[in-house]
């Protein structure tokens, strides 16, 4: 029986690089258009757009291709939680970059933001997290987390789409790749517990958030790391520990 769940599990893994592969698909298009275009100063914007129709095709692979509906996974959040997720991102990305990211942002020389840094933060904030919540912890995991039966395949999950997850933002620092692979993994951790996407969705919105908050929001700030720091390690041992939600049709 092991070894049947083992095969079946492997079959998914080739299932989860195919989902991977048409999310990443569209995005294609957009790097053309970067290399294309004289200074990109839309880049961000359209590949926040790319990534969003690389989801939507992810939903209708999983529903057609795997029979997995996307309804099932969405239901109606509670506010009880989502504030604690939303407040456990918030906190933890703080703490993160009052700690590790804090001599880079002091010896940065920030200006402000423009007008197209403020619409492409806003599209970090609102479409790229649902996309890639989509592709990643929805399509993927729920593939994945199918044929897992023991807590080791699960955390295995988890790990590898986080991993896959960071892959696709090798564009920054060692740093910044060390916290997006965390996050990863708070973001599986919290799509097993609850089997609900918003809530992933709040998760990563609050901290693609706090990580473009205005660098001299933060300089010479270095007490708030001291309340950050303690109530981002309470909110997420709550977020995780808490009483279990299940969607309607399960209770």
């Known amino acids: 029986m092991r070894v049947k769940n083992m095969r079946e599990y492997i079959k998914n893994l080739g299932d989860v690089f195919i989902i ?3 999310g990443m698909c569209p995005m294609g ?3 053309i258009y970067s290399a294309l275009s004289s200074g990109g100063e839309y880049e961000g914007i359209i590949m926040s757009a790319a990534l969003l129709a690389g989801a939507f095709l992810c939903l209708l692979v999983m529903k057609r291709q795997y029979g997995i509906s996307i309804g099932e996974h969405s239901f109606k959040p509670e506010i009880k939680t989502s504030v604690l997720a939303v407040t456990a991102a918030l906190f933890y990305e703080l703490t993160a970059l009052l700690t590790i990211y804090k001599p880079i942002l002091t010896d940065s020389d920030s200006g402000g933001l423009s007008p197209l840094e403020i619409a492409e933060w806003a599209a970090a904030v609102i479409i790229a997290p649902a996309a890639e919540e989509l592709i990643f912890r929805f399509s993927m995991l729920s593939l994945l987390f199918g044929k897992s039966k023991g807590r080791f395949q699960k ?3 988890i790990m590898m789409i986080s991993l896959l997850w960071t892959v696709i933002h090798l564009s ?8 997006i ?5 708070l973001l599986g951790i919290i799509y097993l517990k609850y089997k609900n996407i918003f809530y992933c969705i709040f998760f990563h919105a609050a901290a693609n958030f706090a990580a473009g908050i205005p660098e ?6 270095g007490y708030i790391l001291y309340i950050s720091l303690p109530l981002c390690l309470a909110v997420i041992w709550f977020l995780i520990f808490s009483k279990k939600k299940t969607s309607p049709e399960n209770r």
């Open 155 to 157: 955390a295995v999950s």
């Open 181 to 185: 692979f965390l996050v990863g993994i």
């Open 172 to 179: 920054g620092s060692l740093l910044r790749l060390a916290d």
């Open 29 to 31: 298009l957009g790097v």
């Open 20 to 22: 991977l592969i048409v």
């Open 216 to 221: 001299t929001f933060l300089i010479n700030n």
